[in-house]
């Protein structure tokens, strides 16, 4: 740093001590568990890690599992962009109120997320009871899975996407209204390329999340291996089976898209950091 | 193009904003809109934009009733406080956009839209930036870029918001008189809003005084400086020295000190404005007034000499302060903690019964008189 | 308004309402979220409102308060709460070392403190489960210490502390940031410690966003799965947690039972997140000088 003003915590022994503190505890409860779940999945090898990814069991909850994301994304991305728009750039009464609701899903215990919509949509349901008479199931089937999915991921985009459009301020696009563009035309060219990135992370974790659900989905799946069997449920029942190795490949699986989550929300960190501080050019009016 | 504010209110839930707001605008003249921050100048400009809509009243441009019209379809011109260019945008691109955005039939062709642009940048005289984005742009550059983009589309009117409240002194200047001179060669209707009353006074064919949500005054520059008829305007439009008292024989006295104000009731309360360039400072008391005061401190940068005094056995809300020339200042060499004495030519006075300040002038009442000096 | 309002060069749309919103979208944009909100969010919980009112009250009374299950009240709350205080020292700790330090690895450990919202729970269970097994890499060590984490309650915390450990960080790290240098050499140059600065001049403006940062922590906390139930060893009256209970009357087919200890914990969580809210723009407010 270039500020030689001695701040607290300063001293050599503090700051080593701290720093040591701070790398043991990360290497312990977070970096040596990732390195775990790759030993594990490799300890018999390459070619046993590459028969458990390919087996077909795991190919089927591989393809339900994007199946699933697939569809949960783009709702959420919708949802989540309407919802960040109304609320940072209108007042209107209740605000606040929609502000805190689309937080339930981080408060609320997946199980009981996956009890609501059992509930509601199993055969014993209101709504379940009714959709049944016309011979439509949700639950046990993989639209509950998507709607619990859909449930638990709800707030990630505009929890992304709020702050900063608070922060960015509507003045943007009042200029673009005052320039006489249409709605859509401000949207695409003024309010996209600003949130691009955070809109993307939005994205990438509500990916993660989708991909790697595990409570709300356990209760609504049948877990009916090849058909309601999502990846993180397909790790589990391997578990449950003591095959171990099994469990870890497909651990693995999930444990390179959290990875990928990261680096993707560095990336997008390193991206927001180079547009704010461009430096403005020298002299002149 | 003219504009009419008509009886205009807006309240934001418990704060009045505008009370009843009524001002014509004249069409093709540069007009302030000037007034402390919460005085309610920037709401107006936005309600005047469309960007904000009044609780009741009108806005008519040129005769026209414009207040359910659509910001979009009003054609002006908005040059934001922080210039809200599109960042991700180029110089060219932001300029541009408004003439991108227009109606298929009336969007000129991508050919012309070009030439515009580089007309507008050689307006601004920053042709060289074209394909730069608004980050890499000096304040001063980036207020040139959203007035050229305000003016793509060739509005009627064009609304500026504290066009230079971001930019540094220097810049500042430059600025504000090329704008000037853009106005006087293009004559569109210009309101722009400002707290600095320098600024106003220097820029505008009008200003307009504000203050909790109304119109406290509106009159040229000159006029507005040289008979403001409020304490409020009085105070807002640069450092005026008070004296605060009760008439007693055709005095205002308050502790030591006095001035004669012939012809003015007994017994009342009084205040009396002066400006700092209507006060002369003399080493002894006139027969006019006693006002004693002592040399806090003297400023001699500037095209006078600035002295700060403070009062001697009476009381002021504020420091004085008299103006002084660099050659009477070097030959009456004032020195800071010496006692002087203020010698009014020209004095303000609001009485507690009248509104408007009476004008009073001591050379003249002096010349009546036939007093020595 | 003027009822003979002159029609200008553009159309005047004459019974345009007062308050017309400037910027586009405000119906479009607020009708697609109060859909989603309705639809996704609220309208689910009529589903638990009409199962548990099909219960008598003592039947309630009695389901709620079943030995077992308010044992996994009991577990569920001092182990959320362990966990959120251990992660509010942790937090803190890899807050200020990220934010007043520098050091090689740094920007690795900055990425990897998310790596817990990543992961899926699933994944982060076995793992645990397998490391502090007693065969496992922690396990062992453990074992001859004298300690025994998987398949007992400190398992639990275990994984309840691995997957709110972003929580106190992220909240605590944005003020550390914030906070002025001025202030605290405006101390030091007064003759004060560095521990009394710290309690003095620095504490102060973070334990705001310390308290969110473990309140969001201990509510991550509560409602926990995944991560738990492979560590945990499921114990009854010792080692289930309330979530686990719920799952466990689920496959017991006792919808009823599910739904009366699911409107306890769900009630739990929306008053804690109401009250967290109401915190946080509270103290906001605050700090924003309003």
């Given at each position: 740093?270039?500020?030689?003003?001695?701040?607290?915590?300063?001293?050599?022994?503090?700051?080593?001590?701290?720093?040591?503190?701070?790398?043991?505890?990360?290497?312990?409860?977070?970096?040596?568990?990732?390195?775990?779940?790759?030993?594990?999945?490799?300890?018999?090898?390459?070619?046993?890690?590459?028969?458990?990814?390919?087996?077909?069991y795991?190919?089927?909850?591989i393809?339900?599992?994007?199946?699933?994301?697939?569809?949960?994304?783009?709702?959420?991305?919708?949802?989540?962009?309407?919802?960040?728009?109304?609320?940072?750039?209108?007042?209107?009464?209740?605000?606040?109120l929609?502000?805190?609701?689309?937080?339930i899903?981080?408060?609320?215990?997946?199980?009981?997320?996956?009890?609501?919509?059992?509930?509601?949509?199993?055969?014993?349901?209101?709504?379940g009871?009714w959709?049944?008479?016309?011979?439509?199931?949700?639950?046990?089937?993989?639209?509950?899975i998507?709607?619990?999915?859909?449930?638990?991921?709800s707030?990630?985009?505009?929890?992304?996407?709020?702050p900063?459009?608070q922060?960015?301020?509507?003045?943007?696009?009042?200029a673009?209204?005052?320039?006489?563009?249409?709605?859509?035309?401000?949207?695409?060219?003024?309010?996209?390329?600003?949130?691009?990135?955070?809109?993307?992370?939005?994205?990438?974790?509500?990916?993660?999340r989708?991909?790697?659900?595990?409570?709300?989905?356990?209760?609504?799946?049948?877990?009916?291996?090849?058909?309601?069997n999502?990846?993180?449920?397909?790790?589990?029942?391997?578990?449950?089976d003591?095959?171990?190795?099994?469990?870890?490949?497909?651990?693995?699986?999930?444990?390179?898209?959290?990875?990928?989550?990261?680096?993707?929300?560095?990336?997008?960190?390193?991206?927001?950091?180079?547009?704010?501080?461009?430096?403005?050019?020298?002299?002149?009016? | 193009m003219?504009?009419?504010?008509?009886?205009?209110?807006?309240?934001?839930?418990?704060?009045?904003?505008?009370?009843?707001?009524s001002?014509?605008?004249?069409?093709?003249?540069?007009?302030?809109?000037?007034?402390p921050?919460?005085?309610?100048?920037?709401?107006?400009?936005?309600?005047?934009?469309?960007?904000?809509?009044?609780?009741?009243?009108?806005?008519?441009?040129?005769?026209?009733?414009?207040?359910n019209?659509?910001?979009?379809?009003?054609?002006?011109?908005?040059v934001?406080?922080?210039?809200?260019?599109?960042?991700?945008?180029?110089?060219?691109?932001?300029?541009?956009?408004?003439?991108?955005?227009?109606?298929?039939?009336?969007?000129?062709?991508?050919?012309e839209?070009?030439?515009?642009?580089?007309?507008?940048?050689?307006?601004?005289?920053l042709?060289?930036?074209?394909?730069?984005?608004?980050?890499?742009?000096?304040?001063?550059?980036?207020?040139?870029?959203?007035?050229?983009?305000?003016?793509?589309?060739?509005?009627?009117?064009l609304?500026?918001?504290?066009?230079?409240?971001?930019?540094?002194?220097?810049?500042?200047?430059?600025?504000?008189?090329?704008?000037?001179?853009?106005h006087?060669e293009?004559?569109?209707?210009?309101?722009?809003?400002?707290?600095?009353?320098?600024?106003?006074?220097?820029?505008?064919?009008?200003?307009?005084?504000?203050?909790?949500?109304?119109?406290?005054?509106?009159?040229?520059?000159?006029?507005?400086?040289?008979?403001?008829?409020?304490r409020?305007?009085?105070?807002f439009l640069?450092?005026?020295?008070?004296?605060?008292?009760?008439?007693?024989?055709?005095?205002?006295?308050?502790?030591?000190?006095?001035?004669?104000?012939?012809?003015?009731?007994?017994?009342?309360?009084?205040?009396l404005?002066?400006?700092?360039?209507?006060?002369?400072?003399?080493r002894?008391?006139?027969?006019?007034a006693?006002?004693?005061?002592r040399?806090?401190?003297?400023?001699?940068?500037?095209?006078?000499?600035?002295?700060?005094?403070?009062?001697?056995?009476?009381?002021s809300?504020?420091?004085?302060?008299?103006?002084?020339?660099?050659?009477?200042?070097?030959?009456q060499?004032?020195?800071?903690?010496?006692?002087w004495?203020?010698?009014?030519?020209?004095?303000?006075?609001?009485?507690?019964?009248?509104?408007?300040?009476?004008?009073?002038?001591?050379?003249?009442?002096?010349?009546?008189?036939?007093?020595?000096? | 308004?003027?009822?003979?309002?002159?029609?200008?060069?553009?159309p005047?749309?004459?019974?345009?309402?007062?308050?017309?919103?400037?910027?586009?979208?405000?119906?479009?944009?607020?009708?697609?979220?109060?859909?989603?909100?309705?639809?996704?969010?609220?309208?689910?919980?009529?589903?638990?409102?009409?199962?548990?009112?099909?219960m008598?009250?003592?039947?309630?009374w009695f389901?709620?308060?079943?030995?077992?299950?308010?044992?996994?009240y009991?577990?569920?709350?001092?182990t959320?709460?362990?966990?959120?205080?251990?992660?509010?020292f942790?937090?803190?700790?890899?807050?200020?070392v990220?934010?007043?330090?520098e050091?090689p690895?740094?920007?690795?450990?900055d990425?990897?403190?998310?790596?817990?919202?990543?992961?899926?729970?699933?994944?982060?269970?076995?793992?645990?489960a397998?490391?502090?097994?007693?065969?496992?890499?922690?396990g062992?060590?453990?074992?001859?210490?004298?300690?025994?984490?998987?398949?007992?309650?400190?398992?639990?915390?275990?994984?309840?502390?691995?997957?709110?450990?972003?929580?106190?960080?992220?909240?605590?790290?944005p003020?550390?940031?914030?906070?002025?240098?001025?202030?605290?050499?405006?101390?030091?140059?007064?003759?004060?410690?560095?521990?009394?600065?710290?309690?003095?001049?620095?504490?102060?403006?973070?334990?705001?966003?310390?308290?969110t940062?473990?309140?969001?922590?201990?509510?991550?906390s509560?409602?926990?799965?995944?991560?738990?139930?492979?560590?945990?060893?499921?114990?009854?009256?010792?080692s289930?947690?309330?979530?686990?209970?719920?799952?466990?009357?689920?496959?017991?087919?006792?919808?009823?039972?599910?739904?009366?200890?699911?409107?306890?914990?769900?009630?739990?969580?929306?008053?804690?997140?109401?009250?967290?809210?109401l915190?946080?723009?509270?103290?906001?407010?605050?700090?924003?000088?309003?």
């Amino acid at each position: 740093m270039a500020t030689h003003s001695r701040r607290i915590g300063d001293q050599p022994w503090v700051r080593r001590s701290l720093i040591g503190l701070a790398l043991m505890l990360t290497l312990i409860l977070l970096v040596i568990p990732v390195v775990v779940i790759f030993a594990q999945a490799l300890s018999a090898g390459w070619s046993t890690l590459a028969s458990n990814v390919m087996d077909e069991y795991t190919l089927d909850a591989i393809g339900l599992t994007l199946f699933v994301a697939a569809l949960t994304v783009p709702l959420n991305l919708v949802f989540g962009t309407a919802l960040a728009w109304s609320v940072t750039r209108f007042r209107f009464p209740g605000r606040k109120l929609l502000i805190t609701l689309i937080d339930i899903p981080f408060a609320v215990s997946p199980v009981v997320a996956g009890l609501l919509y059992l509930l509601l949509y199993g055969r014993n349901g209101w709504l379940g009871g009714w959709l049944s008479s016309y011979d439509i199931q949700l639950m046990f089937a993989w639209p509950g899975i998507v709607m619990v999915t859909v449930f638990v991921t709800s707030p990630f985009v505009a929890r992304e996407l709020i702050p900063l459009m608070q922060q960015q301020g509507s003045e943007e696009e009042e200029a673009g209204v005052v320039l006489g563009a249409s709605g859509w035309r401000i949207f695409r060219k003024i309010t996209l390329p600003n949130i691009k990135w955070a809109l993307i992370y939005g994205v990438v974790l509500t990916n993660a999340r989708a991909v790697g659900e595990f409570g709300a989905v356990s209760v609504v799946s049948g877990n009916v291996r090849g058909e309601t069997n999502t990846l993180p449920l397909h790790v589990e029942l391997l578990y449950q089976d003591y095959n171990i190795v099994g469990a870890f490949a497909s651990a693995a699986l999930l444990a390179a898209i959290a990875i990928l989550t990261l680096i993707a929300k560095a990336f997008v960190e390193w991206r927001q950091a180079r547009t704010e501080h461009a430096t403005p050019a020298e002299g002149g009016v | 193009m003219s504009i009419t504010i008509d009886r205009i209110n807006k309240r934001f839930g418990n704060f009045t904003a505008l009370n009843d707001v009524s001002l014509e605008i004249p069409e093709g003249k540069l007009t302030a809109l000037l007034g402390p921050s919460g005085s309610g100048k920037t709401t107006l400009l936005r309600i005047i934009a469309g960007l904000e809509s009044s609780d009741s009243g009108r806005v008519l441009f040129g005769g026209d009733d414009v207040s359910n019209l659509h910001v979009r379809d009003r054609n002006i011109g908005f040059v934001f406080q922080h210039y809200a260019l599109f960042r991700h945008l180029t110089v060219a691109e932001n300029i541009a956009f408004g003439l991108e955005s227009l109606p298929r039939k009336e969007r000129p062709g991508k050919q012309e839209i070009r030439q515009r642009v580089e007309k507008l940048l050689e307006m601004i005289q920053l042709p060289q930036l074209a394909n730069r984005y608004p980050s890499q742009l000096s304040g001063g550059q980036k207020q040139r870029v959203a007035l050229a983009r305000a003016l793509a589309t060739q509005p009627r009117i064009l609304l500026l918001d504290e066009p230079f409240g971001a930019l540094d002194a220097k810049v500042r200047k430059d600025l504000r008189r090329w704008l000037r001179a853009l106005h006087d060669e293009y004559h569109f209707t210009s309101i722009f809003v400002t707290h600095d009353q320098e600024e106003a006074l220097e820029l505008s064919d009008q200003v307009v005084v504000m203050s909790q949500g109304q119109v406290e005054q509106v009159n040229t520059p000159t006029a507005l400086y040289a008979r403001p008829e409020s304490r409020f305007v009085f105070d807002f439009l640069g450092h005026v020295n008070t004296v605060v008292g009760l008439v007693k024989g055709q005095k205002l006295v308050q502790g030591d000190a006095w001035i004669s104000l012939p012809g003015v009731r007994n017994d009342q309360e009084a205040q009396l404005y002066l400006r700092p360039h209507e006060v002369q400072l003399a080493r002894a008391p006139s027969v006019k007034a006693k006002l004693p005061l002592r040399i806090a401190s003297i400023s001699l940068i500037g095209s006078e000499v600035r002295i700060e005094l403070m009062p001697e056995g009476w009381q002021s809300d504020e420091v004085w302060e008299v103006g002084m020339s660099h050659s009477e200042f070097a030959r009456q060499s004032p020195t800071r903690g010496e006692l002087w004495y203020a010698v009014p030519e020209v004095g303000h006075l609001f009485l507690a019964d009248g509104a408007e300040p009476r004008t009073i002038d001591w050379q003249y009442t002096e010349a009546a008189n036939a007093s020595n000096m | 308004m003027s009822t003979s309002a002159q029609a200008g060069a553009a159309p005047v749309r004459r019974f345009a309402s007062r308050s017309k919103r400037v910027l586009p979208g405000f119906g479009l944009s607020l009708g697609i979220s109060l859909f989603f909100v309705s639809l996704v969010l609220l309208l689910p919980m009529t589903g638990l409102v009409v199962e548990t009112a099909g219960m008598t009250l003592d039947q309630f009374w009695f389901t709620i308060t079943d030995p077992r299950v308010v044992e996994s009240y009991k577990v569920t709350l001092w182990t959320a709460l362990a966990a959120s205080l251990f992660n509010g020292f942790f937090g803190l700790l890899l807050a200020w070392v990220l934010v007043r330090y520098e050091f090689p690895g740094k920007r690795l450990i900055d990425a990897v403190v998310d790596l817990p919202f990543a992961l899926p729970t699933a994944v982060a269970g076995i793992t645990l489960a397998t490391l502090f097994a007693q065969n496992g890499w922690y396990g062992q060590w453990l074992l001859k210490a004298g300690i025994e984490v998987a398949y007992t309650p400190i398992g639990i915390v275990v994984a309840m502390a691995f997957t709110s450990i972003p929580f106190v960080v992220r909240t605590v790290q944005p003020v550390l940031e914030e906070l002025s240098p001025a202030d605290e050499e405006a101390a030091v140059s007064l003759g004060a410690s560095d521990s009394r600065v710290f309690r003095k001049v620095i504490f102060p403006s973070l334990w705001p966003a310390l308290v969110t940062g473990v309140a969001l922590s201990f509510t991550r906390s509560l409602g926990e799965f995944g991560a738990i139930i492979f560590i945990a060893g499921n114990t009854p009256y010792i080692s289930e947690v309330t979530s686990l209970m719920i799952f466990i009357r689920l496959q017991e087919y006792d919808y009823a039972a599910a739904s009366a200890i699911a409107s306890v914990v769900l009630l739990v969580s929306l008053v804690l997140l109401f009250a967290i809210n109401l915190w946080q723009g509270r103290y906001l407010k605050r700090l924003e000088g309003r």
